[in-house]
């Protein structure tokens, strides 16, 4: 087996209508204009899903964080506290920034740009 690539990543979501507020009007991220719960992250899609919907009991993917590559984690960050969204911090690696926050749902979203080479 060869994977190519990851293809879209499950976003669960109790509120889509709300979840899709905030990763179109405040992420700014590419609706798929045939899929609205669908969203573009430069290679990857996010899926937006309501596990109720499913069978599946809710749980929200705090655990594990989507890392969203920008060009200036200190700019993006300030844009989108001025949206409103609230950080819960953030990390220089040695390598790399991140900013962390979360969507309206609680799932883990980090702000990340390397800078270096792995070391």
């Not at 992420?27 to 430069?42: D, K, R, V, W």
Request: hydrophobic share 40%; aromatic share 10%.
């Amino acid at each position: 087996m060869n994977i190519e690539r990851v293809d879209f990543v499950d976003v669960p979501s109790r509120d889509i209508e709300r979840s899709i507020a905030f990763y179109r009007d405040v992420l700014e991220l590419p609706q798929n204009p045939y899929e609205p719960t669908e969203f573009e992250a430069g290679n990857v899609t996010l899926a937006l899903w309501r596990p109720e919907d499913q069978g599946v009991e809710f749980s929200s993917g705090a655990s594990h964080g989507i890392a969203l590559r920008v060009a200036d984690v200190a700019a993006a960050r300030a844009e989108l506290e001025a949206k409103g969204v609230e950080f819960i911090g953030e990390r220089d690696s040695g390598v790399c920034n991140m900013a962390f926050f979360t969507d309206p749902d609680g799932n883990s979203l980090i702000l990340h740009r390397r800078y270096a080479p792995h070391g």
